[in-house]
C-alpha cells in the first residue's frame, strides 16, 4: 500500500529577517526582557543554532518539518523557540509537553499547553531543570 501523500500547511507563524536583539529590546516590563536574554543564551547554547525571529513575536531555534499527529498535515516549525508574551514566557521544546513529566515535577512554577511551558518569570524554576529540557526536546528533534 503506497503512503498517502500530505500537503504543506501554510503556517501563519514563519521566519523573518528582523533582528532577534532588537525584537528583545524592546520588551516590557524590565524583568521579561531580562528573562528573554537568559533564554536566548540558553538556548542559543544548548542547540548551536542562530536564533531567528518568527512572525514577530517567536525567538526560534533551527528547523524542523512537523508531521500533525490528528491531521496528518506537515508544517516547517522551529526545533525550539519560545515567546515573551504580555502574561508570560512561552517556551517551545518541539515535542508534547508531557514528555517532560519527570522534569515537570522538579521544574516549580508554571503551566502547559499541549506543546508549551507558560512560565511567568525565571524566578518561579530551577533554570537547571529548564536546560534538561531545552537538551532533551533537541535530542527528539
Known amino acids: 500500500m503506497t503512503e498517502k ?8 507563524t514563519k ?4 533582528n532577534v536583539e532588537d525584537f528583545l529590546n524592546s520588551i516590557t516590563p524590565d524583568q521579561k ?3 528573554s536574554f537568559v533564554l536566548l543564551e540558553m ?11 518568527w512572525s514577530n513575536s517567536f525567538v526560534g531555534f533551527g528547523f524542523k518539518r512537523h508531521k500533525s499527529p490528528t491531521t496528518g498535515r506537515e508544517s516547517d516549525w522551529m ?3 519560545f ?4 502574561t508570560n514566557l512561552s517556551l517551545y521544546f518541539g515535542n508534547y509537553i508531557d514528555e517532560h513529566a519527570g522534569s515537570l515535577e522538579k521544574l516549580g512554577k508554571y503551566k502547559t ?6 512560565v511567568n518569570k525565571l524566578a518561579d524554576i ?3 531543570v529548564l536546560k534538561e529540557m531545552i537538551e532533551a526536546g533537541l535530542k527528539v528533534n
Open 15 to 18: 521566519p523573518t529577517n528582523e
Open 33 to 35: 526582557r531580562k528573562d
Open 83 to 86: 515567546a515573551p508574551r504580555k
Open 126 to 128: 530551577d533554570l537547571n
Open 5 to 12: 501523500k500530505t500537503k504543506l500547511a501554510d503556517n501563519k
Open 79 to 81: 526545533r525550539i523557540g
Open 113 to 118: 499547553g499541549l506543546g508549551c511551558l507558560y
Open 43 to 53: 538556548m542559543k547554547t544548548a542547540s548551536n543554532e542562530v536564533p531567528v525571529l
